[in-house]
């Protein structure tokens, strides 16, 4: 490694500005390789347009719907689009005018997974969509006043701190426009007076995490399952458009806990191609080390839970017990277990520990041992396959629909591995296979994760013994700033794509930062894979859905 | 056909519980990993990255290494650093001195922004982490011993004394 | 062997001589009364203490050893706390009911606990149609249940005791028949004859060697599922209801669901030492006189607590390794697998009767 890192300690930001005079590496005319270019589709041609590149394009995956508000211009959304079979992104953009009553129509009907996306928008911008059959906020109270994300709302003055407990309403409100352009209330029944609801949450063992649902039964089958979310809702989002872009990346580890690692991985890449920082090999390789560690410490929690969910505690402590293998490396080299804290705009917080590479070329082999007690005690078991095989089953279309990537979706066979699709780090280097089971039930998604395990140990063992010499943080301005423009990168992260939308307007604090979640779509998902199901299945199936709250409530 | 399946289903079922009795049975027997906090303080070393709190190291002679540019403060994202100075005469010309280093742990996030940023390596992370108390105001420290000075910086760099996390990368190399 | 009777026969005598007649049972019965409920709590604290040790063991874990050494005391403290804790009134719960509750599974518990036969003469219930008797009192836990899910006022217990009380009936019927085909061995319900015949002719569980061994094993299954624990425990499955039928119960009255969970695991485990095992009666193996004769030393009651806690240690094995069942699958054990397998061993019980193939080791 280079003298200059050798003696003195990790000081980038600081050595950089000792040494002004280096200009960044890309030249500013080169556009970033994650700039989006959107189109900007009138509001009443958008459902005619989405529809037309859903069906002709085949643009069948909706990634994201980002809410923004641009200030004169009015409030709106971007879209990400996906297409399955091609692998070619799409990116429309739709402005409502009206500050005081935006309205956009809804893209509900042609994707599931837009139905959540767009009370999402509705909650924090007040974009109303036409022909949402279910416009309620999802995050905040009913009873909030103003969206909080509009950049002229002041939540602290319109909001006190309520002590009274209310009710959730039993109805919600559908808009429709008629050819007039005369708005109309249509209201919809969430729950009648009959349904026998019962609120599963938000304290409850099996939704692991503050996580609300009420739930319809009749006798043990469900018959709807209504999400409330927002119970630990921190605005992430918000907080990061007042923060430098080193300060966001704090917050990224506290999304997903079990997915720290790519999702600051995530962040860093979007910051790193947006403002053109090259990263060494060195760092690319550890990144993609630690993104497995992390995708296998995600895995053997996500099996101990869903053990613990389905009664057998004593599998659940088995799982823990390696877990902590997996947590002590990266104790050792990040300094933390949960909040990890590793990666760093242009590179990595620490060197590799010297011990790394020794601790996890032994855990490879202690790993693959004791996966197999995982399928003597728990995974083979025939009470656990009765109780998961054909379970909460999800076709194809669904899970695309339904915008559920990762293991889940490709338990349902869906191929949507972005480490396979579009590679970063070195994915591209190394070999392995995306894991693909058409069932769709439960017990292939706990088989998917299973069989990724190995596949994880697979790549880290072709990656820890040829970690190349270089630096590990490259020097970077010390005040970062994005070139104007929005950018977008994403990871596979332990639960699925994990995307960071980022508008920049050359400041040093994101205009707009928006996270694709991994659990969102999968808490979505919900009513659709427990319909008629039995309570008991429930959690079977939020068991190896897998999602983690703090990820869905950013 | 039907029938063969029911068997078939009962003595195949009946064997995999028997493999699982036969798992939990040997791991009755291993040895359990268990960890018996508080008994063994003694051999429960952090590893040296790990973040306790942030504190200031200062040498012998009760010299750190604070020149007070508030780097760290407009850094953390928390805000959890106030830094305040005074001015002093030393030999004549007026110099920005560090007068209390204060640092609330209760909003840390050991997020490591302040650290990677300060130009002198004046402040670290250490591996305490019996943080508890029962007041929430005794998590407010202030970082610079009292009656502490600036080190003095000589005008040949030398080499400062590294971090543990840096004495490690070095080693690696 | 040691006969308890010689003593208490003596006891009642000395009484007479003192008291008259009504006062001397009186008296005597608030004796017995005393001595269970003694030995029933002394037993709760015993059995949950080892369930947590021996639950940690299964999980890589120590288990309690902060109070007292190894932990000793922890239960002891576990139980005062729950004797301060508040019992907490629900709004709009059936008071009558939700109080009632517990005091039936209690009772329940207690009642079936005063069957069991601890030593030779140390029988509390005993007389002709005692297996009958011990079914029948230990149904009664059931309505328990069911008072506790619908005089809660919540939604979680409802569910929780209408899945016990499909449970629980549905696993009498194993128990029954396998209790059927034993006695269809023995020929006999009382359980001091069953236990006798033990003593004389060798355990049960050899003497009907197949049919006997697949009824002790039904009989385990059924008898988990009748104490709802694990793998059947899901009228409390805490992953989906919290606590099921007693998660509106609070302090001691939570306490005695805990305490009846604990002591029916034990009654379980003791009637299938009692109508497998030998109960009280020691190990004897045919032709080796001294060795029966050295067994023989040691009093029943230690035969007996030791071949039951052999049996809870088995349950306890089986319950740390399990995941849940799902309701459905439960009854289509019970209904598809455990009942005709039963029925069919009462058949083969009865062949075995009548053809005189049962080993006999006098």
Redesign the interface.
């Known amino acids: 490694m280079e003298e200059t890192i050798q003696n003195k300690p990790v000081k980038p930001q600081a050595e950089a500005a000792a040494a002004p005079a280096k200009p960044a590496v890309v030249p500013e005319a080169v556009p970033a390789e994650n700039l989006v270019v959107s189109t900007l589709v009138e509001p009443e041609k958008l459902h005619g347009e989405m529809l037309r590149l859903k069906n002709e394009e085949g643009m069948d995956f909706l990634e994201l719907i980002t809410g923004e508000d641009w200030g004169e211009e009015g409030l709106g959304c971007v879209y990400n689009l996906w297409s399955t079979t091609t692998g070619k992104r799409a990116y429309i953009k739709a402005v409502a005018k009206d500050r005081e009553n935006p309205f956009l129509p809804t893209v509900s009907d042609l994707w599931d997974i837009a139905n959540i996306y767009e009370r999402e928008v509705f909650d924090f911008y007040g974009i109303r969509f036409l022909g949402h059959p279910d416009m309620r906020r999802v995050f905040l109270r009913e009873d909030w006043v103003g969206y909080p994300m509009r950049k002229d709302d002041k939540p602290e003055e319109q909001n006190d701190l309520r002590m009274n407990n209310f009710v959730y309403a039993d109805k919600t409100t559908q808009y429709d426009c008629d050819a007039d352009g005369q708005v109309h209330e249509t209201e919809h029944i969430v729950f009648s007076p009959e349904d026998y609801v019962v609120n599963i949450g938000p304290q409850h063992p099996s939704t692991h995490g503050v996580l609300h649902f009420r739930v319809a039964l009749e006798g043990e089958r469900i018959k709807k399952i209504d999400p409330i979310l927002g119970y630990i809702h921190r605005g992430i989002e918000k907080l990061n458009e007042s923060y430098t872009y080193p300060q966001t990346l704090a917050l990224t580890d506290r999304m997903d806990y079990l997915g720290a690692m790519q999702s600051r991985h995530a962040l860093c890449m979007a910051i790193e191609k947006a403002a053109g920082i090259e990263v060494s090999e060195r760092v690319q390789y550890v990144r993609t080390i630690m993104d497995e560690l992390q995708r296998i410490d995600s895995h053997i929690l996500f099996f101990s839970c869903l053990c613990q969910d389905m009664g057998a505690t004593t599998a659940f402590l088995y799982g823990f017990r390696d877990r902590e293998r997996v947590l002590d490396i990266f104790e050792e080299t990040c300094g933390g277990r949960l909040i990890l804290n590793y990666n760093m705009i242009g590179g990595l917080a620490h060197d590799i520990h010297p011990d790394f590479q020794k601790h996890v070329k032994a855990f490879i082999p202690y790993m693959r041992k004791n996966i197999k007690e995982y399928y003597d005690i728990f995974i083979n078991n025939v009470i656990a396959r009765n109780r998961l095989i054909g379970v909460g089953v999800l076709s194809k279309e669904d899970v695309i629909s339904g915008g559920c990537t990762g293991p889940t979706g490709r338990a349902s066979g869906w191929s949507n591995d972005v480490r396979k699709h579009a590679p970063y780090a070195t994915y591209d280097k190394v070999e392995f296979s995306e894991v693909l089971r058409t069932e769709g039930d439960s017990y292939a998604r706990l088989l998917n994760r299973m069989d990724e395990i190995e596949q994880s140990l697979h790549i880290i063992e072709q990656l820890v013994d040829n970690i190349p010499e270089g630096t590990y943080q490259t020097k970077t301005k010390p005040i970062i700033k994005l070139p104007e423009g929005t950018y977008y990168s994403a990871v596979e992260g332990s639960r699925g794509e994990f995307g960071v939308f980022v508008e920049s307007k050359g400041d040093k604090s994101p205009y707009r930062m928006h996270y694709r979640s991994t659990g969102l779509p999968l808490v979505a998902i919900m009513d659709k894979a427990c319909r008629d199901e039995l309570i008991a299945d429930m959690m079977a199936i939020n068991g190896t859905l897998d999602y983690v709250v703090p990820d869905i409530d950013r | 056909m039907e029938n063969n399946n029911y068997i078939q289903g009962l003595f195949g079922g009946l064997k995999t519980l028997c493999v699982g009795l036969k798992t939990t049975m040997r791991e009755f027997f291993t040895k359990k990993i268990t960890e018996q906090y508080p008994e063994n303080r003694e051999t429960l070393v952090m590893f040296d990255r790990f973040r306790g709190s942030l504190v200031m190291p200062h040498n012998e002679e009760n010299e750190h290494k604070c020149i007070a540019c508030g780097l760290c403060m407009t850094n953390c994202p928390n805000g959890s650093i106030t830094v305040t100075s005074r001015t002093e005469e030393v030999d004549g010309k007026k110099k920005k001195v560090l007068d209390k280093y204060i640092y609330d742990q209760g909003i840390c996030m050991y997020c490591m922004v302040c650290v990677r940023v300060c130009p002198q390596n004046a402040i670290d992370f250490d591996q305490s982490f019996e943080n508890a108390v029962f007041d929430r105001s005794k998590l407010i420290k202030q970082l610079n011993q009292p009656g502490s000075k600036c080190q003095e910086r000589k005008p040949v760099a030398k080499p400062a004394a590294p971090k543990p996390a840096a004495i490690e990368t070095s080693n690696n190399q | 062997m040691f006969d308890l009777q010689n003593w208490t026969t003596a006891l009642h005598e000395w009484m007479l001589g003192i008291l008259p007649e009504w006062a001397a049972i009186l008296i005597e019965s608030v004796l017995v009364a005393l001595i269970i409920i003694t030995l029933y709590a002394v037993f709760a604290i015993v059995l949950i203490y080892l369930e947590r040790k021996i639950?940690?063991?299964?999980?890589?874990?120590?288990g309690p050893?902060r109070v007292g050494k190894w932990g000793l005391l922890q239960v002891f403290s576990d139980v005062f706390k729950m004797l301060q804790k508040e019992i907490i009134r629900m709004r709009k719960s059936d008071r009558f009911l939700h109080d009632l509750a517990p005091y039936l599974v209690v009772t329940a518990s207690m009642l079936t606990f005063a069957c069991l036969p601890w030593n030779k003469g140390g029988h509390i219930i005993d007389f002709n149609i005692g297996i009958f008797f011990m079914l029948a009192v230990s149904s009664i836990g059931v309505v328990g249940i069911l008072l506790a899910g619908l005089g809660s006022n919540s939604?979680?217990p409802m569910?929780g005791a209408m899945?016990a009380g499909a449970q629980l009936i549905s696993y009498e019927i194993s128990i029954g028949l396998t209790m059927l085909t034993m006695v269809a061995l023995t020929g006999t319900m009382q359980i001091s004859e069953i236990v006798q015949q033990q003593y004389d002719n060798g355990w049960n569980i050899i003497r009907g060697h197949i049919p006997a061994l697949i009824a002790f094993i039904v009989y385990l299954i059924a008898g988990n599922a009748e104490c709802n624990r694990?793998?059947f425990?899901?009228p409390e499955?805490?992953?989906?209801l919290?606590a099921g039928y007693h998660t509106e119960y609070s302090g001691m009255h939570f306490g005695y669901y805990y305490l009846a969970e604990y002591l029916n695991l034990f009654i379980a485990a003791g009637i299938a030492s009692t109508i497998f095992l030998g109960g009280w009666a020691p190990l004897h193996i045919a032709g080796l006189d001294g060795f029966n004769g050295v067994m023989d030393l040691i009093p029943g009651f230690v035969w007996f607590v030791g071949k039951t806690f052999f049996v809870v240690l088995l349950l306890m094995?089986?319950r740390?390794?399990?995941?849940?069942?799902?309701?459905?699958?439960i009854l289509s054990l019970e209904w598809k697998?455990l009942m005709p397998i039963s029925l069919f061993n009462l058949l083969l019980m009865a062949l075995v009767v009548v053809l005189g193939l049962g080993i006999n080791i006098n």
């Open positions: 639950c940690a063991f299964f999980q890589c874990r120590l050893n939604k979680y569910i899945r694990g793998p425990d899901l499955g805490e992953s989906e919290t094995w089986e740390w390794t399990f995941p849940r069942l799902r309701i459905d699958h697998y």
